[in-house]
């Protein structure tokens, strides 16, 4: 911030001495003055953008200006600014007047920190931010495709901001490449409205590019993408290779095409926010993993957010400064798990009992919610954290919880953060609905993720644990390290109504054994005497032994044999 | 257990309250057998602390094992003392209760029913086989449900099983309101001017409405207590049109009077009447109530003591014709007929009025043979005359407050009399030893009619204990439901000093310092009612919480200076928060660059108002600004604890921070009621200039020289006021900074 103020403060002081001097010293020194003056131009057009009238319409909007989104997402005075004087390079449709060339073209690059951790970032200038010249020009305003589109949807921009041109690529895969080298995230503010169409081809080799950056810097540095206004067509796909998409309410908007082609295709009347807003993808689509409130709560929950992540694949999952006793004894968590075994409880209240200080970020709360996934600490290091919820279609597995599972096991997995599971699941969720839609398939998915993870992995079994699923959640089988259960753990292949039903078909007197089933059965015994959980632990000393495995498992090392990568069932 | 418990009381009390070393936690065999001590040890520090100064005689052979036929925090209170004596408990449950407290700390535990009372709590078939099943010998009530049940107590002598209480007798006879009026009058008690009798309709209730001052004057024992005096100020001739009329009216023909069920009880069948046709519609509604709600619709009727306190004295009997009185309770602070805030002694009594209400209260002890301890209820007027309302024969919920001013052990005595045994104090032990004060801590929203239940689960709990002069009785721990089932009473709060002022201040630190998370509680009013002027000065009444909440209770208003400290405290509590996001282990591949912020300029939003605040920290001190106005904040910033405490200029206060979102909304709990603010830094727009120390600002030609113009210190750039290549001259302003 500081950095970026003083060089605007310079730019002031430029300003006044290469005014004052004109008169006198022009004829001496025209050279240098005429380059002291466009520098000094080329940085003011670029940092003071819009101005303030075009500032306060945003604001108005509810909606920060990009730079202004920098700031609140970085540490003051840590933003480091590159390539402000980059333009884009087009000369047809008469782009290549001046007037309609500004520098740094549509996007702000650069490196900063967040809570004194280096991180790279973009932010995409839409209009309001930009050049008021640029955007009153007459070819700025609305453009009408022909149908079908030449380049990836555009229906409903109407502005010319925030589009990417090859130039505006080329910024944000330097930063990209260097992300990558240093070994620091990558955070992307995203407000596109798509590619630059008078750049034609070269606005999609420049999608391309990042793409390709995107996919090389998968699982080596955590990459971030906050939807913060409509994006659209090539613009969506960038987000959806990162590991994390957020969304803010309202104002957001990501799909393939927009209401018009929909419209026009499939006769279907949507809105923008029915199709693309941030509701639809945190709850239908599985698209974003979360949307806040406004750009402020956003940008303040990415900077809380970014504190669990490692920098990179070489890096340990951080460990933070912990105020919550690591032995601290969990007392309410003796009486959670209701003594009916068919009610429910609520999983997330034993996460945030068991985590440091009760802090829990989850992700995708809204969108399978049979499955919780999220970040927490233990004892300051960062762990990812999956538990089946009872209180949601009893914590079965499904399709969309397997694959929302699977995605975050194998994220923790990419950056050595730990695992802790909690279990209590009944099994696979039945019917043709779930096996037409490939139930087995997308059920590997978190069973390979699983088995696949090196990291230190902790399962707690709170209650059930039926059939295949108790396999899938993280057992001693899928290579454990530690397995607990509590006394109220019921390991068996099925509940006992069921096993009944098969093991004593056509018996006369189901309910005994139905009874002798449970004795047999319904406890944590049968998985404790053959070694598939470790110990059978007091629910209240949870946090306590947790903390002590994760110490003990920091320095776990596995090594697989080689290969070029795995293959998990997509 | 029993032997295990009392050896190790006060091992606990001396402070092992806290966690287990780690190498116990890892061995979970050794959990299981020790899983209880840790609340165990709450409890004990109680005792030890309280009851500790009645001695238990070892020799003096009680009951080998006691079952309490009741729940939560009074089960486990009797147990409590029941361990002390080294007798063995037996708890009863329903299947919902079946992990509760009581049942954990009893040394048995019978299952008697589902969740509902009637089928379980009350349920004495099930209770008796209990009884039957487990071999015990006595049984204690506790209060409320099985406790002035004369059937019950019939039905254990049947099977003789002591019942700890008093006799059959004395149960029947003071649980009907005719028949202890009746007996009340016998024994030259005080009591209410009325209609001594069943009231046949409403003509006669009219009538009878209309004579009570005549009944009044016919009342023996007048002279004595200047009942005459004060309705002497009823017949003060007055002007027709003010309020004293109306009042004359009411001292000629007796109104108000209050209509009430005979065999009534917490307000049901009850109607104030204040002329003829009010008495004809109150007759008629209260013998319908008291039909459908007792099975009996005799009504009587009384005179209606207006604006009176309630104030109660605790007896205690024995079976060779001793009686004592343990002093007076005051229960004024009420809502929906339900005491709140109990207090002894009284502020309102002195010592004459006091031994003339114990003196009457031993009599009618005496007079029903009573041989427990009991509570006779009076109402109190503003001219100390008193009237009796009632017997409880039972032990009253806020029995604690007397203990701690008189130092016995209520439960242990009640016990060793129903043992036989006399009793071993005579009156003139009986002494007033300091101040206490009791707060009912409910499951409810005081902001819905001062109370509205409300259930959940208690998702993280602590209480006071730490703090001095602090008792809590609770039948609950971390993790426990409070359900729709059964009294959403969470403890009662229990705090005494050596005078009124320590005791109260001492509530309110208590108060203050006690977690109660998952479930809406009350604390926010009981910390306003102890710290409300009139209730400080001992200006109360049975109306006291709708005379000064009008309009509902609405939470603490706070004082300007109160809201400086919270917006200081809220800001101080933000920036640490920021600071600890900053602590990172040392020993990553790439350092860790802190930021460096010498000041924090913050805008807090507090009851939608905006305020600025400036706050920055050296250590653990924080210095803020808010609107102006510097304050130091302190404190040890423990940001896990559920518990804050803080120091604002030397002004201690405890605050708890219930919620926090990165997006900088927090509510805090501060004075008892709960305030949410929401922060956010300030966002430093990227236009806003900042210049350091020394840098050139604008460079000024003259005499075909150029003059660089620098920065005496580092600020922003507030606004430009000349242009390049204007001409300036002498003490022109060019450029502001701030």
Known sequence: MAAALRVAAVGARLSVLASGLRAAVRSLCSQATSVNERIENKRRTALLGGGQRRIDAQHKRGKLTARERISLLLDPGSFVESDMFV??????FGMAADKNKFPGDSVVTGRGRINGRLVYVFSQIRASAMSPRLVSDSWTQAIHLPWPPKVLGLQDFTVFGGSLSGAHAQKICKIMDQAITVGAPVIGLNDSGGARIQEGVESLA????????????????PQISLIMGPCAGGAVY?????????????????????????????????????????????????????????????????????????LSSQDPAPVRECHDPSDRLVPELDTIVPLESTK??????????????????????????????????????????????????????????????????????????????????????????????????????????????????????????????????????????????WPTAEIAVMGAKGAVEIIFKGHENVEAAQAEYIEKFANPFPAAVRGFVDDIIQPSSTRARICCDLDVLASKKVQRPWRKHANIPL | MAGFWVGTAPLVAAGRRGRWPPQQLMLSAALRTLKHVLYYSRQCLMVSRNLGSVGYDPNEKTFDKILVANRGEIACRVIRTCKKMGIKTVAIHSDVDASSVHVKMADEAVCVGPAPTSKSYLNMDAIMEAIKKTRAQAVHPGYGFLSENKEFARCLAAEDVVFIGPDTHAIQAMGDKIESKLLAKKAEVNTIPGFDGVVKDAEEAVRIAREIDGVLLSLPRLECNGTISAHCNLCLPGSSDSPASASLVAGIT?????????????????????????????????????????????????????????????????????????????????????????????????????????????????????????????????????????????????????????????????????KGYPLRHKQADIRINGWAVECRVYAEDPYKSFGLPSIGRLSQYQEPLHLPGVRVDSGIQPGSDISIYYDPMISKLITYGSDRTEALKRMADALDNYVIRGVTHNIALLREVIINSRFVKGDISTKFLSDVYPDGFKGHMLTKSEKNQLLAIASSLFVAFQLRAQHFQENSRMPVIKPDIANWELSVKLHDKVHTVVASNNGSVFSVEVDGSKLNVTSTWNLASPLLSVSVDGTQRTVQCLSREAGGNMSIQFLGTVATSSLSVEICLFWTFQVAEGQEICVIEAMKMQNSMTAGKTGTVKSVHCQAGDTVGEGDLLVELE
Not at chain 1, 272 to 290: N, P
């Open chain 1, 206 to 221: 420049g999608y391309a590019d990042i793409f390709l950056r995107n996919v090389t810097a998968s699982g080596v540095i």
């Open chain 1, 87 to 92: 333009e884009h390079r087009c000369a047809d």
């Open chain 1, 344 to 485: 429910a409880y609520n999983m997330v209240d034993i996460i945030h009992s068991v985590v440091d200080e009760r802090e829990f970020f989850e992700i995708m709360p809204n969108y399978a919610k049979n499955i919780i996934v999220g970040f927490a600490r233990m004892n300051g290091r960062t762990v990812g954290i999956v538990g089946n919820q009872p209180k949601v279609a009893s914590g079965c597995l499904d399709i969309n919880s397997s694959v929302k599972g699977a995605r975050f096991v194998r994220f923790c997995d990419a950056f050595n953060i730990p695992l802790i599971t909690f279990v209590d699941v009944p099994g696979f969720l039945p019917g043709t609905a779930q096996e037409y839609g490939g139930i087995i398939r997308h059920g590997a998915k978190l069973l390979y993720a699983f088995a696949e993870a090196t990291v230190p992995k902790v399962t707690v079994i709170t209650r059930k644990a039926y059939g295949g699923a108790y396999d899938v959640m993280s057992s001693k089988h899928l290579c454990g390290d530690t397995n607990y259960a």
């Open chain 1, 238 to 310: 960038s987000p959806a290779l990162t590991d994390f998409t957020f969304m803010v309410k309202d104002t957001s908007y990501l799909f393939i095409t927009g209401p018009d082609v929909v419209k026009s295709v499939t006769n279907e009347d949507v809105t923008q926010e029915e199709l693309g807003g941030a509701k639809t993808h945190t709850t239908m689509s599985g698209v974003a993993h979360r949307a806040f409130e406004n750009d402020v709560d956003a940008l303040c929950n990415l900077r809380d957010f970014f504190n669990y992540l490692p």
């Open chain 2, 254 to 418: 007796g109104y108000p009077v209050m209509i009430k069920a005979s065999a009534g009880g917490g307000g049901k069948g009850m109607r104030i009447a204040w002329d003829d046709e009010e008495t004809r519609d109150g007759f008629r509604l209260s013998s319908q109530e008291a039909a459908s709600s007792f099975g009996d619709d005799r009504l009587l009727i009384e005179k209606f003591i207006d604006n009176p306190r309630h104030i109660e004295i605790q007896v205690l009997g024995d079976k060779h014709g001793n009686a004592l009185w343990l002093n007076e309770r005051e229960c004024s602070i009420q809502r929906r007929n339900q005491k709140v805030v109990e207090e002894a002694p009284s502020i309102f009594l002195d010592a004459e009025t006091r031994r003339a209400m114990g003196e009457q209260a031993v009599a009618l002890a005496r007079a029903v043979k009573y041989s427990s301890a009991g509570t006779v209820e009076f109402l109190v007027d503003s001219k100390k005359n008193f009237y009796f309302l009632e017997m409880n024969t039972r032990l009253q919920v806020e029995h604690p407050v007397t203990e701690c001013i008189t130092g016995l052990d209520l439960v242990q005595e009640m016990i060793r009399v129903a």
